[in-house]
């Protein structure tokens, strides 16, 4: 099928809504965006995969009219500045869904989006929306209109509303399908670190910091890439300045997929003189370990909390008695979620279990080569 959310999809089974793509996750964000544009026009769009523990963006990506030259800008301005209606806030919203001008009670000049971004471009309104399953937003999509169309309304939001699980369920399934692999890991795939100046530009890399950059967008040397190029890096790089101005919590971490097709962490902090004083930003790029890869994996085929509490127990090699004491449940309660656990993720046994999530998963074979980011220009 074509899209999500036909008019019988709020009856068919949730994974039978997802929307079927057989290629690069461009190809999923290019149908929802076909889907979309019929029943909710729109001027231009940001359509991001998102980490679903953090909502900070990985891949793919599709930018729809939308300048290069405003990347930078515009995750500084997501994480550096204190706005309304951040990706954040929608995605832990009740209805994962929100406009511009109804947070703002019309008045969008009290938005600094608006007032740096839209209103020079022409926009007057903004819509978002969360992809999310359960808690976890597996993306995210950013909408504006000009002024001379009327603003979004509730129709609008009812429809991105109902394509949104759809969405959700194909990103979640492009984290769990497994790909043509990856080249072995050797010396090129040690962390390497970047240096960012205040103007997000980079005036200090080492050898494998150029590796990492290859996997995630081109070289950090060359002219189009002086400043931050790709959207993952750009927004962890604003997040780290957020955290050490103590308008975020918690550390400016992300995980990114890389054209190998394995997973990149990424680390960001703001270094410090001896008097305290803010100086440049450290990135460390180094291949993600399996403990950070797996609860992507496991979030991905819509575990309930107790099922990861089982899987988590079955990884660590507990028999099910032991799982029982350690969860207080019985074991007619725990082995009725391992058949449940072993149907969503379509194996038959725990070492299969183990296997799934920690081998295709964790290794060099996770996933398809998909380091994706496409800009349209209509």
């Known amino acids: 099928m074509d899209g999500i959310g036909e008019s019988a999809g709020a009856e068919a089974p949730a ?124 993306g995210v999509v950013d909408l504006f209109r000009s002024g001379d169309r009327p603003p979004f309304d509730e129709r609008d939001l009812r429809h991105v509303a109902a394509l949104a699980p759809g969405i959700a369920l194909s990103l979640a399934g492009l984290a769990v399908a497994t790909g043509p692999g990856a080249t072995a890991a050797g010396a090129a795939d040690a962390p390497g670190t970047a240096l960012f100046d205040a103007d997000d530009r980079i005036v200090f890399a080492d050898a494998q910091a150029e590796h990492w950059f290859g996997e995630l967008g081109g070289s950090p040397w060359s002219p189009l890439s002086t400043t931050l190029r790709t959207g993952a890096v750009a927004s962890v790089v604003a997040r780290a300045r957020a955290v050490a101005a103590e308008r975020e919590s918690g550390p400016a971490v992300i995980r990114v997929r890389g054209d190998s097709g394995r997973w990149v962490g990424i680390h960001a902090s703001v270094l410090q003189d001896r008097r305290g004083q803010a100086g440049p930003v450290s990135v460390v790029f180094e291949p993600a370990t399996a403990m950070q890869i797996v609860p992507i994996i496991v979030e991905a085929y819509a575990l309930t909390p107790r099922e990861r509490e089982v899987t988590e127990c079955v990884a660590r090699g507990h028999t099910t008695a032991e799982i029982a004491t350690r969860l207080h449940l019985s074991t007619h309660t725990v082995r009725d979620h391992l058949k449940a656990i072993f149907a969503k993720v379509d194996v038959g046994s725990r070492g299969e279990l183990v296997a799934r999530l920690f081998g295709e998963h964790a290794g060099s074979l996770m996933h398809a080569p998909d380091a994706d980011i496409v800009h349209v220009h209509d």
């Open 15 to 138: 994974r039978e809504r997802a929307l079927e793509v057989s290629g690069r996750g461009s190809e999923l964000f290019a149908a929802a965006a076909r889907r979309l544009r019929r029943v909710v026009p729109y001027d231009a769009a940001a359509w991001i995969g998102t980490d679903p523990a953090t909502v900070l963006p990985t891949s793919p990506m599709r930018v729809e009219n939308i300048g290069q030259e405003h990347c930078e800008t515009y995750w500084q301005r997501e994480y550096g500045a204190h706005d309304m209606l951040t990706f954040r806030d929608v995605a832990r919203s009740a209805s994962a869904v929100g406009t511009l001008r109804q947070v703002t009670g019309g008045n969008l000049g009290r938005s600094v989006r608006f007032r740096e971004f839209m209103r020079p471009l022409g926009y007057a309104d903004n819509l978002r929306a969360a992809f999310r399953i359960g808690a976890g937003a597996w």
